[in-house]
């Protein structure tokens, strides 16, 4: 749980916030909310006290049982978010300007910084603003950008409040310590789909969701991040490059040009074992009762990485299976060369395929296992992550 200082200047996007508070708060996260005079005519104090279950301050000179309120508030909280941040208050903060409660708290504040500007584009676009934001930057704030859309007065282009998860995602991937700072993390996520003509594929029940979550939470420790996904109805993780692929095929030649990048690869991703011998060029037609489909294996996407790995890369495989859990991944470690493997039990219903719960077993090149139990995937991904720093990197 994070105590958050969350600032709400005098923009038309105040309501916006609301949205992101409730969803903190939701969280179970502390907040205490600090609103300009001009912000709680866009939004009342009353409004963001119901949503956020906290304090609202707007008035400085008076007391919380004796103590001053912006040195007391600023010291109180982890992390500050300002959003909206109007123009107007980025000015005052780019020149050290306290003169109201915001500005106050802002410019006591020492802790993790993070603000969203959002206003007209041309208030936005005009120099001085953009030469504020820049101020802020170099004094520590982390700056989230405004997106570029219709805006509320009609008009069209950069300024627009940006979406409450991208916010919160933000807030996280700062409260969250970067142990994976520098680290290169190649993930592959989703089933691969082997065409059989233009219109039908074989393919498998993979939701990408676990290779999701890895990339979602290497990216939020500080990792740069590739993922090499095949089709899924997952959106992609902030901060993560996704490569887009179909085929088994396409995505053996991505992961092997991608390979030598990584430090870490994770392969997550449900790779079809087998393909359509010949992909017909026009739609097969319902003619026959019957129709046979020869298939042909497809080439073992580890065990070409193996080939060509650098020995201090870290190498992570995933064994799904439905029968003889332990004895599968631990042939599969071995004949792959894998430095870590995360097998997980397919048959049971309440986890792995689809699920957003995961149980899993990971099995250590030393022979190790560790046991996780039924878990959130985003949970189990952090671990997974824990499991690969402890047993990988000397200099982690
Ligand atoms: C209807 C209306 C909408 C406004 N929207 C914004 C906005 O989105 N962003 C912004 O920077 N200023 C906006 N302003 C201007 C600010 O409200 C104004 O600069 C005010 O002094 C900001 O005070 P504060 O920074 O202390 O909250 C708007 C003004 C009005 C009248």
Same mark, same amino acid.
């Given at each position: +749980? ?22 903190? @708060?939701?969280?179970? &996260? ?20 119901? $949503? ?40 005052? +903060? ?7 409660? /915001?500005? +106050?708290?802002? /410019? %006591?504040?020492?802790? /993790? ?52 998860? /991208?916010?919160?995602?933000? #807030?996280?991937? +700062? ?26 594929? $074989? ?12 990339? @979602?939470? %290497? ?21 993560? &490059? ?10 053996? =030649? %991505? ?32 003619? *026959?009762?019957?129709?046979? #489909? ?13 080939? #060509? =790995? ?32 995360? %097998?997980?039990? $397919? ?23 560790? *046991?996780?139990? =039924?878990?959130?995937? @985003?949970? #189990? ?13 000397? &200099?982690?």
């Amino acid at each position: +749980m994070a105590k958050i200082l969350f600032g709400v200047s005098g923009g038309i996007a105040a309501y916006k916030s609301l949205e992101v508070v409730s969803a903190l @708060r939701k969280r179970g &996260e502390e907040l205490k909310i600090v609103m300009t005079e001009e912000a709680t005519k866009f939004v009342a104090p009353l409004t963001f006290s119901v $949503v956020g279950k906290c304090p609202v301050y707007v008035e400085p000179f008076q007391s919380i049982e004796g103590s001053v309120i912006h040195t007391t508030i600023s010291q109180w909280a982890e992390i500050m978010v300002i959003a909206p941040l109007t123009a107007n208050t980025a000015a005052k +903060m780019a020149c050290g300007i306290a003169d109201n409660l /915001l500005t +106050m708290s802002a /410019l %006591a504040f020492n802790g /993790l910084k993070i603000a969203s500007p959002s206003m007209n584009v041309r208030m936005y676009e005009n120099p001085i603003t953009l030469e504020n934001i820049e101020k802020l930057k170099k004094n520590g704030w982390h700056i989230v950008e405004p997106e570029s859309g219709h805006l509320a007065d009609g008009e069209y282009g950069k300024g627009r409040y940006p979406k409450a998860e /991208l916010l919160i995602f933000e #807030i996280d991937r +700062m409260l969250t310590p970067h142990d994976y700072e520098k680290k290169k993390v190649l993930i592959t996520a989703g089933p691969t789909r082997e065409a059989i003509d233009p219109v039908r594929y $074989v393919t498998n029940r993979s939701s990408g969701k676990m290779g999701y979550e890895l990339a @979602r939470a %290497a990216y939020l420790r500080g990792a740069d991040v590739k993922l090499i996904s095949g089709p899924v109805n997952i959106d992609a993780p902030y901060g993560v &490059e996704v490569l887009n692929v179909e085929s088994a095929e396409d995505m053996k =030649r %991505a992961v092997l040009k991608n390979a030598k990048w990584a430090d870490i690869v994770i392969m997550a991703a449900a790779v079809a074992d087998y393909r359509p011998a010949h992909i017909s060029t026009s739609k097969i037609k319902k003619t *026959s009762d019957e129709l046979n #489909i020869k298939l042909v294996k497809t080439d073992d996407i580890l065990k070409e990485l193996s080939k #060509i =790995r650098l020995s201090s890369q870290f190498i992570v495989g995933f064994a799904a299976e439905t029968d003889d859990l332990l004895r599968n991944a631990q042939k599969k470690l071995k004949e792959k060369n894998l430095d870590m493997i995360i %097998a997980n039990d $397919v048959s049971r219903k309440d986890i792995g395929f689809d699920s957003n719960y995961n149980e899993v077993k990971i099995l250590c090149k030393d022979g190790e296992i560790i *046991s996780l139990q =039924r878990n959130e995937k @985003r949970l #189990i991904a952090h671990n997974i992550l824990d499991t690969i720093k402890s047993q990988s990197f000397k &200099e982690f």
